[in-house]
């Protein structure tokens, strides 16, 4: 048999080598048909070769197991026959003993064995029961099933993925028909030199080939992997620089939030300090931020302890003044908390006190304290008079005397004398502390009231100094002739100087003081003006001022701006350009009415705003005009600038509306509303379509307590 096949596959080859020399007619086409007619009949002999060489091999394999069934078998008589006579000698032997598990280990391998025959012949017999009952669909079924699962088990022998196992000729989404074949590349493998291969070399070589593949997309794949893990660690690194930046920032709005609530809450005591309804947190702020400021910015300075602002507190004002103070404690993160906590327990023991009163009052107390009533005063005198370090020392012996715990003491009375104790304890410092600022400023008046006393008694040897150097300046006037000397002129200038150097009343003033006309020129209120006589125009005008300056607070000088609103003016001013100029066409709007619970006097913003002018150049102005002769300026764009610095509620923004003019529809009415304490503004604005672009220039924000609108007008152009 393997001699017919090898002749057939010589007749094949020599058959394709003529077919390659010849010149034969038939087409590509015929020829590649009939190679793969050939090919399809070398696999056919190569699967019957197989199998024929499997079936060689089980037969090898069942003569072998039948040999060495019967090498045992030899073994196992032998073995038995050589231990009776064995066993003979030894039963003749006295006192020797007799072994039962000498035959037990050959039994049971005869017994395993047989059962394994027995098994095997079932099996054998239920396959051949089987076969002979099953009809022809189960035969095809079985069929199948053992083919599949020996091209699974050749797949496997190739090296396939659990990926690939599914696919077949038939489906596969590559759209190949011999997927299950071995692709053989004739023409690299001649130039790879491989072509005189058998097909199973050819296949050990591109299964190799298959497995570096597979080797190196893990690799591939490992690679990958690492990137991305070093991508995510980079990421988690960034992620947590966030963070961190995050938290900075958090901690600093944190901060600033704080900073804001205690600036409000210490502008809410000015302001009801300022009105006469003040509350005692406010007074216990205003001491603190007075020991806390240099002496010479002081303007007051209590002369009473701050605990004795509690006196006379009813409970509900004392629980205010508590919650209060832990407030401030916490809004100024450690900032004077030693004078806090000595408030608290301050405020804390006079509550207690005056609980327990109400409770006595009402007969509802029937609990016995720690310190009966006749003693309470001794008790007192025994605190009184000492400073803090007696009362820290008292407090340790308490303190010792409790952690005793020895026989005969009352622990009740001993701890209701340590409540009592901290208390004073508070009192003393606060009373040391307080009695510290007074005496710094005591030395402070002292030394003011030293300096006003020598400069008072130095001020006359000044004046007479000036006089006599003046004097010495003016030789016209020392060596001057007689005529000189009677001129009525010096005499009268050495009266004004003798009269200014005693600081003589009434003041001396001059005739145009007296009828008031250089106070009306000069357009300022002196406080030396007052009680001069006016005529009746100069009357008049100044009461026309007098008026303007109540209607239009905001034209006031700048002299009579706060420093506030100076800053705010000046931060305005900030990029003024040269085609820019003020703007203040006001016009005036009903009145509207305020709110009775306005804490600040109803009044107008004022601002600073800007006009934007330019020239237009169009066709006709290019036509009519140059740049020597130009054409008159238009409004191109504003910019308003109004100072809100004493909004009361800051979350309200200003807000404005435009309103055409019912009289000229070419001019607006731009107006500005907000919350109290301002009243409504408007102005007289030129009514065009307005550029909303940031690019352009818009800007609509109330930042740093100025609310600015800055817009340019649409240019139109002409385009046919």
């Not at 190679?35 to 699967?47: A, L, P, S």
């Not at 340590?418 to 002292?446: F, N, V, Y």
């Amino acid at each position: 048999m393997p001699k017919e096949k090898s002749k057939h596959r010589h007749r094949s080859r020599s058959r394709e080598r003529r077919d390659h020399r010849s010149p034969d007619p038939r087409s590509s086409r015929n020829r590649d048909r009939d190679r793969e007619r050939e090919r399809e009949k070398d696999r056919d002999h190569r699967d019957h070769r197989d199998k024929e060489r499997d079936q060689r091999r089980e037969r090898e394999k069942d003569k072998s197991r039948d040999k060495k069934r019967e090498h045992k078998s030899r073994r196992r008589r032998s073995s038995s026959s050589s231990s009776s006579p064995s066993s003979s000698t030894s039963s003749s032997v006295p006192g020797a003993p007799r072994s039962p598990l000498v035959k037990s280990p050959m039994k049971l391998l005869q017994t395993l064995e047989a059962r394994r025959l027995v098994e095997q012949k079932d099996r054998q017999r239920k396959k051949e029961e089987l076969k002979a009952h099953e009809t022809p669909e189960e035969k095809r079924a079985r069929r199948l099933r053992e083919k599949q699962a020996k091209e699974q088990r050749r797949r496997e022998r190739m090296g396939w993925d659990n990926e690939y196992q599914t696919y077949s000729n038939e489906d596969n989404p590559f759209g190949d028909s011999n997927l299950t074949s071995t692709f053989h590349w004739g023409k690299k493998l001649e130039v790879e030199g491989l072509s005189n291969l058998s097909t199973k070399t050819v296949e050990v070589l591109s299964l190799q080939k298959q497995l570096e593949n597979r080797r190196e997309l893990e690799k591939v794949k490992k690679r990958r992997q690492e990137r991305e893990l070093e991508r995510q660690v980079r990421e988690d690194d960034l992620m947590m620089q966030q963070r961190a930046k995050e938290a900075v920032q958090f901690r600093e709005w944190q901060r600033q939030e704080d900073q804001f609530h205690l600036e409000q809450a210490r502008l809410r005591s000015e302001i009801r300090i300022r009105d006469g309804r003040a509350k005692p947190i406010d007074l216990l702020a205003q001491y603190v931020a007075a020991g806390n400021e240099p002496l010479e910015e002081c303007l007051e300075m209590q002369m009473h302890e701050p605990y004795v602002l509690l006196n006379g507190l009813p409970v509900e004002e004392l629980e205010d003044l508590l919650v209060d103070i832990k407030v401030y404690e916490e809004l100024e993160q450690g900032k004077h908390i030693d004078f806090w906590n000595d408030m608290i327990t301050i405020v804390q023991d006079e509550l207690q006190r005056q609980q327990k009163l109400e409770a006595e009052n009402s007969s509802l107390n029937q609990r016995r304290d720690g310190i009966h009533q006749a003693v309470v005063k001794d008790v007192a005198d025994i605190f009184r008079g000492k400073n803090a370090q007696q009362l820290e020392e008292m407090r340790h012996r308490i303190e010792a005397k409790i952690s005793g715990r020895a026989d005969g003491v009352d622990i009740s009375y001993w701890e209701s004398l340590l409540s009592q104790l901290k208390a004073h304890m508070a009192r003393a410092r606060l009373r040391d502390r307080h009695q510290a600022l007074l005496r710094e400023k005591l030395s402070l008046l002292k030394r003011e009231n030293d300096n006003e006393t020598l400069q008072e008694k130095v001020a006359p040897q000044v004046k007479e100094e000036e006089m006599e150097t003046q004097d010495a300046e003016d030789p016209e006037v020392e060596e001057g002739s007689p005529e000189d000397e009677e001129d009525p002129l010096n005499e009268l200038r050495k009266t004004v100087r003798l009269y200014q150097a005693g600081n003589y009343s009434p003041r001396y003033i001059r005739e145009e003081d007296f009828t008031g006309r250089r106070a009306q020129n000069e357009d300022v209120d002196e406080p030396e003006a007052e009680g001069l006589l006016y005529e009746e125009e100069d009357d008049e005008r100044r009461t026309q001022r007098q008026r303007l300056l109540i209607l239009h607070p905001e034209r006031v000088d700048n002299n009579q701006l706060t420093p506030q609103e100076l800053r705010m003016r000046n931060e305005a001013k900030q990029g003024m350009q040269g085609d820019e100029a003020e703007f203040s066409v006001e016009t005036t709007l009903d009145a509207v009415p305020q709110l009775a619970t306005d804490k600040y006097r109803p009044r107008k913003p004022r601002y600073f705003n800007r006009v934007h002018t330019g020239f237009e150049w169009n066709k006709y102005n290019q036509t009519h005009y140059d740049m020597d002769n130009p054409p008159p300026k238009i409004v191109q764009g504003y910019k308003f600038n109004i100072f809100y610095p004493d909004l009361m509620d800051k979350s309200q923004t200003p807000q404005y509306f435009l309103t055409p003019c019912a009289d000229n529809g070419d001019f607006a009415v731009l107006r500005f509303h907000t919350g109290p304490p301002y009243e409504d503004i408007a102005f007289k604005i030129v009514n065009r379509e307005w550029e909303f672009s940031y690019k352009r220039g818009f800007r609509c924000q109330f930042h740093n307590n100025i609310f600015q609108l800055w817009f340019h007008f649409k240019r139109y152009r002409y385009r046919r």
